[in-house]
């Protein structure tokens, strides 16, 4: 069974830091391209952070570039998502996901979330003081 469970989330102040995790069971993480997407109250769900199959690069959107670092352990079959400096604006609920069949090759930047198969529970992240 194809599953995926994130963990980590929490309340923290702002300038602090979280790491989630993203632990896979069912399948081999570091074959496929891997994504960490957050939502937030009265938001739309937005990609923060991924990871492509092919040749390992790395793609971060903007609002968390030079903040976060994604990284995938393939002895643990875990991705993580490093966040420092962590700032209000940061409160969401973080996903990952997994897209197994690849039938768009394009970067996971511009990959559709509508293309991840595999998604976790997610896990809530606060920053507030």
């Known amino acids: 069974q194809v599953q995926l469970v994130e963990s980590g989330g929490g309340l923290v102040q702002p300038g602090g830091s979280l790491r989630l995790s993203c632990a896979a069971s069912?399948?081999?993480?570091?074959?496929?391209?891997i994504g960490w997407f957050r939502q937030a109250p009265g938001k739309q769900r937005e990609v923060v952070s991924c990871?492509?199959?092919?040749?390992?690069?790395?793609y971060y959107a903007d609002s968390v570039k030079g903040r976060f670092t994604i990284a995938r352990d393939n002895a643990k079959n875990t991705v993580y998502l490093q966040m420092n400096s962590l700032k209000p604006d940061d409160t969401a609920v973080y996903y990952c996901?997994?897209?197994?069949?690849?039938?768009?090759?394009?970067?996971?930047?511009?990959?559709?979330?509508?293309?991840?198969?595999?998604w976790g529970q997610g896990t809530q992240v606060s920053v507030s003081s």
């Open positions: 996901a997994t897209d197994r069949y690849a039938r768009l090759q394009v970067a996971c930047g511009v990959l559709p979330d509508y293309e991840y198969d595999s």
């Open positions: 069912g399948f081999t993480l570091d074959y496929y391209t």
């Open positions: 990871i492509n199959s092919n040749d390992g690069s790395t």
